[in-house]
């Protein structure tokens, strides 16, 4: 039971170009979510999952793009990489029972710089 | 507009001591609470939480105190231990249909001296 595996660990994209970054979980969850971590700040939501098909946006969606065509993967697309998108990008799931609090188990990480 | 502050960038202590580590919460609809843990180039982990019907929840070592009125909760470590040295984030959300999407804080990095 690997849990949430995110690919790759590290990148660098220089302007405009494009990447996706991958996420698999094998915990059958539902939920999935995709998280940025800026230095010294907390996680961002930036999109999250709720089931295969079902996609929405987080607190910062823009620059970004996200699908979730099965239960076990959700890819995040970035289209123009810019400077801004700087950042650790966390994925995470849980399964979301709708009581009480449904703990979300995060991947390692990926650090992403952009030149 | 923060809603979750964690105002103390840093904590250290101790080996053996206490370590208290707060957050203050402005949105009112906040209805769980809960600490993560990271270890650096790893993704956080689960530590605790609390619902806000209760006041204290406790789990080993660890005990979170939740102040409604005051907005305010912390995180208590008894006793520290090097492992515990890690960043620390306090994370709240909402009830029911909305109760998977969290608000982090900015964390606190705990150093544990042996």
């Known amino acids: 039971n690997a849990g949430v595996t995110q690919t790759p660990k590290f990148r660098i994209l220089k302007i405009g170009q494009s990447m996706t970054l991958q996420c698999t979980q094998d915990m059958n969850h539902n939920y999935m979510y995709w998280y940025r971590q800026d230095p010294g700040m907390g996680l961002k939501l930036i999109y999250y999952s709720v089931g295969a098909g079902i996609t929405d946006k987080g607190e910062v969606p823009n620059g970004y793009n996200v699908s979730r065509s099965t239960t076990e993967d959700f890819p995040l697309r970035l289209e123009l990489a810019a400077p801004s998108q700087t950042s650790v990008y966390f994925c995470?799931?849980?399964?979301?029972?709708?009581?009480?609090?449904?703990?979300?188990?995060f991947g390692p990480g990926t650090r992403l710089t952009v030149l | 507009d923060q809603q979750v502050k964690q105002n103390s960038p840093s904590l250290s202590v101790q080996e053996g001591r206490i370590s208290i580590l707060n957050c203050d919460y402005t949105n009112s609809m906040f209805d769980y609470f809960l600490w993560y843990k990271k270890y650096p180039a790893e993704g956080p982990t689960f530590l605790i939480s609390i619902s806000s019907i209760k006041d204290k929840n406790e789990d080993g070592r660890f005990t979170v105190f939740l102040n409604k009125s005051a907005k305010h909760l912390s995180l208590h470590i008894v006793p520290s231990q090097p492992g515990d040295s890690a960043v620390y984030f306090c994370a709240a959300t909402g009830s029911g249909g909305s109760n998977y999407k969290l608000t982090f804080g900015k964390g606190t990095l705990l150093t544990v001296n042996p």
């Open positions: 995470a799931s849980s399964r979301h029972t709708g009581q009480g609090y449904n703990e979300q188990f």
